[in-house]
C-alpha cells in the first residue's frame, strides 16, 4: 500500500466475483443498498388461495381465462359420423366439457382431479376394458380433497413420482381410490432445489396465484388507493382565529360545534359559505381555503399496474384489461394471434396428456369397444364469419371437385368422405338426417341399374360420335343416344368419365345470366336522363368470356343458385354508374361474391378472360355520347338473374342488341 490507497487487488484462491462491480461507485461493494436484496420463498395455504380467488376481481379473470378459453370451441373427433355423435352424447352425459373446465380452474388455484366412475372396487386398480356405460360419471376434486402418504419411488415402475394410493375424506369417513381411477392436473412444476423437499407440494405444483400475487396486488392497491381519493376531490379548509382557546372549555367546544353546523347548513341551502369576515380592515376573520387534488395521471398509473400484471400472467392487456389495441392503426390482431397460440400450447401440453387418460374409458363407454384408429383434434379457437365460411366451402368445393376428376379414390369412399365433410363442417344443416334413412346403395350413388352406356368410356366416345353425325352442336350427348336420362347418372360418375370425352368437345366460353327484372332497372335508367336503354332481354351479367378453349363439363355448376337456378343480388352495397373503356357504353357496377366465386371456379377449371380483374356489371345503353355519368345515381334495388346460359362466343354480338 502506498499513501492509504489500494495499489493492488487480488483475490485470494477459490474466491470470484460473479456480478457487476464498480469500486469508484461502490456498484455492487458492501456500501450498495441493492447487495440487501432477497427474494423469499412463499407457500400459500388453502385458506390464502381462496381469499385472493375470491376478493380480487382481477385475479380471477387470471384464473379463469386461460380454462375458458381452452375448453370453449372443445375438440374435434375423427371417425365415422354415427361413431362421432355417439362419442359427442357420451360427453354431454357425462358433463365432460364443463367438468374440464372446473378442473383447469383448480389447476390454476394449485390442482385438482377428475376421479372416474369404472366398474369394480375403488381401492383396486381400474379394468382396462369396460362395457358400453360402462363410465357412469365423471367428478371434481380439489388437491385438498385427495391427501396421499407416499409416492412411487421406484423409478422403474411406470407410475413413478404418483402416488400409491389415494384418500378422499368424506362426511363417512375416508375413501381408499386407486391412482389409475384418478386424472390429476397438476398445477405448476416446482421440483424442490432444497434438500429438504415437500413431497406434497412437489407433486401437485405451484398455483397461478403464487406466480401473479405480488403483480395483482400492486394493481388492486393503486386502484383501491385512487378510488379512496375520489372522497377527498375537493377538501375544504376553514381557519378560525383562537380556536385552540375556544375548545379548551366547555362553552368554547359547544360554540365551536354550532359554527361548524352553520357552516354546514349555509352550504347546503344557499349552496354558500357563510363565513366571518373579521373587521373592516380584514382582520381577526375566519379563512376558507377550498383544495381540489387532480387526477390526471391516474390512469397512467393503473394502466401501467394492469400492464404488469398483464404480462407476469402472460394473458393481452386487450383480453384481460377489456382496453382496446393501442398504437397507430392497431388492430390487436399480433396479440390475439400470440395468444391463441399460448392456448393451443396448453391444450397440447397440459390439458391433451390428462384427457389422454380418460378418452379410452370415454370411447369404450360411448361404443362398446375400443378403437385405436378414433382421434381428435382440437377445434379452431377463432369462430368465423359468414363470409369465412362462405369463402371455405367455396374453396372445398372446388377441391372436391378437382380430387373427382382424378379416379383416384373409389366411389363410395369418396361420397362417404364428402358427406362427413359437409356435415362436420356445419356447411349443409340437415343433410345427415336427410341421409340417415337411405340405403348405402342410394347413399352413396351406387345404383347398380345404371345403363352401362353411361358407364363405358368406349359407349361414351360411340355417344358422342353418333351426336356429332346427327347435326347436333359440338358434339352433345342426348339422353336418347346415351340410353339413359341424365337423372340416372351419377353426378361423380360423369366427372370421372368425362376424361375419356374427345378434346374436340373443348371450344370457347360465354356463361351469363339474364336480368329478370329489366323493366325495373330500365325505369330507374330512363329517370336518371339516359335517353334510350338496351331492351329487357339483352340486359344481362357476364360471367365468364373465354377466348381459349375449355371443356364445359370440368366448369360444372353453379353451387350459389336457388333450386330454379336463379341467383339474386341483394339491395345496397357497394355500387356505381361507370362507362367501359372509351366509348358510348354505360354500365351499372355492383358487388356480388356469389358471382365472384363462380368467375373464379371457371378461370380455375381453364377459362380465360382477357381483363386484369373481374367486375360484374350490367350494361345499360351502347349510346350514351354526352352523358355525365357522375351526376347518375346508382341503382339500389334488388338484381333477380335468371339461369347460367352457356354458349360459344360470338364475335359478332352487337349486331343483334337493340335499344329502346
Known sequence: MSGGRISSFRLKPGYSLDSLTNSLTGMGMAGDPRTAN????????????????????????????????????????????????????????LGLKQKTRQVEVLRKLGGGALIMGLPGDMSQPAPTTIAKGGLAYIHVVNRWQLTFNRLIEDSRDPRFGEPEMYRMTTTRGQQLIHPSRVVPFRGDPSPSLLGVANYVEDFWGESTIAQVLDAVQDSDTARSAFASLITKARNLRIGIP??????????????????????TVSESMFNAIVYDAGDGDGKSGERIDDTTYSFGGMKDVMNAYGEWASAISDIPATRLLGRAPEGMNASGESQ??????KIRAMQTLEMGPCLDRLDPYLIQSALGS???????EWAPLDTPTEAQQAETFFKISQALEKIAGLTAIPDRAFNEAVQNTLTEGGYMPGL??????????????????????????SALIEAQAASASSGKEGGQISPSTAGATANNTPR????????????????????????????????????????????????????????????????????????????RVKPGGPRTVERLGDGDAVALLFQSNELQYRHDAIRNAGASWDWPDYRPHITLTLQAEGVDVDTIEPYQGPLVFGPELFSELDPDWKSGVKEQ
Open 38 to 93: 432477497a427474494y423469499a420463498a412463499r407457500t400459500l395455504s388453502q385458506y390464502d388461495i381462496a381469499s385472493a380467488y375470491r376478493g380480487s376481481g382481477l385475479m380471477r379473470k387470471i384464473i379463469t381465462i386461460p380454462p375458458l378459453d381452452m375448453v370453449r370451441e372443445w375438440r374435434d373427433w375423427q371417425a365415422d359420423g354415427d361413431q362421432i355423435k355417439a362419442i359427442e352424447a357420451e360427453e354431454k352425459r
Open 242 to 263: 383562537k380556536l385552540s382557546e375556544y375548545v379548551a372549555t366547555d362553552e368554547g367546544e359547544a360554540l365551536f360545534q354550532r359554527r361548524m353546523r352553520n357552516f
Open 336 to 341: 390475439q394471434e400470440d395468444w391463441r397460440k
Open 370 to 376: 375400443a378403437n385405436p384408429d378414433i382421434w381428435y
Open 432 to 457: 345427415d338426417n336427410a341421409l340417415e334413412g337411405m340405403s348405402d346403395e342410394e347413399r352413396f350413388g351406387l345404383q347398380s341399374s345404371v345403363d352401362p352406356a353411361l358407364t363405358d368410356p
Open 492 to 567: 361423380r360418375r360423369a366427372a370421372n368419365d368425362a376424361r375419356f370425352v374427345a378434346d374436340a368437345a373443348s371450344k370457347t366460353l360465354y356463361v351469363e345470366r339474364k336480368l329478370l327484372n329489366a323493366a325495373e332497372v330500365i325505369r330507374w335508367a330512363k329517370s336518371q336522363g339516359l335517353e334510350t336503354t338496351l331492351a329487357p332481354d339483352d340486359m344481362h351479367v357476364t360471367v365468364a368470356y373465354s377466348r381459349a378453349a375449355v371443356d364445359w363439363f370440368t366448369v360444372g355448376e353453379d353451387w350459389s343458385s336457388d333450386q330454379d337456378g336463379k341467383l
